[in-house]
């Protein structure tokens, strides 16, 4: 299982979602919401996910069928595609300043 130090901030989500190819959503955070969307291909698997800007976690679906998944679940560690979703809501990088 990776380990992360932190986190991302919306921001960092939205910058590393979009740079992986994945379409983004921010309706519901722009209305105030916790949440953001993010649906694309992640090491060759299609996803769907809602990144929670408090928490960090991400709920979704994957694959052509659209089974459920949860970061927090862990059952996927070690797979490709859970370890890219990973990678876009957690950061070993330090806090950005603004």
């Avoid at 698997?45 to 679906?61: D, E, H, P, Q, Y």
């Amino acid at each position: 299982m990776n380990t992360y130090k932190r986190g991302r901030t919306s921001s960092e989500f939205i910058a590393a979602a979009q740079a992986a190819g994945m379409e983004i959503e921010t309706t519901n955070y722009d209305l105030g919401g916790d949440w953001i969307t993010a649906r694309g291909t992640l090491e060759s698997v299609k996803i769907r996910m809602l990144f929670n800007v408090c928490t960090a976690a991400v709920i979704g679906n994957y694959g052509e069928d659209g089974r459920p998944f949860a970061t927090e679940d862990g059952s996927h560690d070690g797979e490709p595609w859970f370890d890219a979703v990973l990678d876009l809501a957690m950061t070993n990088e330090p806090p950005q300043r603004t």
